[in-house]
């Protein structure tokens, strides 16, 4: 039979429904051979796990802070200490966050303490500067006291500053060793400190010589001016607390302890028994618990 014009457009138009229809078919149901993991005979390969930021078994320790890192009046009165330092000690006793992490052997040359008796937050960045140049994997923090414990309450750091000068160290440390891990310890509780020893009266006299007067000034007097003083220094230490844990979460390779430090109940055999304020041996090798903890653990500090 003759075929038509209308014959040849009818099937013309039939045959570009049934395309288009083919078309919507497979958009609707998703077949792209690029999607199908049965698609050319194999499975598709499962993507490989991101690498941990947090390394729990760092190689090298650089230590930076104050009087408890260099372990003060914890051996001899007036003196650092630092082979009982609960960062980089040598002391087995102690048994140091160096020591557990890398071993007795490898302390000499791969730890550093940086640390200096009388330091506070504004030292941190130079501090700093002497530990990343050594390129550590870990860098250890503990900073503030001295902050806190000025000559009057008048006279502590202000919240501003200290934070100022934390950033400015981190920044510092980023500058030469941008992957170097940093694992900041929270301030003591000063006022936790002046609860324990105010009742030794060899502590209540050493402390008249000033030792962090703003806390520990007049031991025994518990007007409601005194008291109004101790709880603005413990304030400031709270809030300079918050400081550390917030421009540390900043970081990736930052950890804080959480306020493991500022929670942890000193007790008269973790004082020095020369000023029952700066940890003992006891309190250093508390210290080095508290920290080893912390940096070997899956998950930062809550």
């Known amino acids: 039979m003759r075929e038509t014009r209308r014959t040849r457009r009818s099937r013309g138009a039939a045959a570009a429904l049934t395309a288009a229809f083919l078309l919507m078919t497979g958009a609707v149901t998703g077949c792209d051979s690029s999607s199908d993991p049965n698609a050319h005979g194999s499975p598709a390969k499962p993507r490989p796990s991101p690498t941990p930021v947090w390394d729990r ?22 003196s650092d200490c630092p082979e009982v330092s609960w960062a980089t000690g040598t002391d087995t006793k102690v048994r140091s966050l160096a020591m557990r992490l890398i071993g007795e052997p490898a302390i000499a040359e791969r730890s550093w303490n940086y640390a200096r008796s009388g330091a506070d937050v504004a030292d941190l960045p130079e501090q700093m500067t002497q530990a990343a140049a050594k390129k550590p994997e870990l860098v250890t923090v503990m900073v503030g006291a001295n902050d806190a414990c000025a000559d009057s309450a008048e006279r502590m750091t202000t919240v501003e500053n200290f934070r100022r000068s934390f950033e400015g160290a981190l920044k510092q440390l980023r500058r030469t060793a941008p992957k170097a891990q940093v694992y900041v310890s929270s301030v003591p509780d000063l006022k936790r400190l002046w609860s324990a020893g ?81 940890p003992s041996r006891d309190g250093q090798e508390r210290l080095a618990e508290i920290a080893y903890r912390n940096v070997t653990s899956a998950k930062p500090p809550a």
């Open 57 to 78: 078994s760092p190689d090298s320790i650089a230590a930076v802070g104050d009087s408890i890192t260099r372990g003060f009046d914890a051996c001899v009165v007036l």
């Open 198 to 278: 105010r009742g030794n009266p060899l502590g209540r006299q050493i402390w008249k010589l000033g030792i962090c007067a703003s806390m520990l000034g007049d031991a025994d007097d518990v007007s409601t001016r005194a008291q109004a003083r101790r709880a603005r220094v413990q304030d400031r230490v709270v809030a300079y607390n918050e400081v550390l844990k917030a421009v540390c979460g900043k970081d990736p390779r930052c950890r804080y302890d959480g306020g493991a430090v500022f929670d942890f109940r000193f007790s008269g055999e973790q004082l020095s028994r020369w000023d029952w304020f700066h």
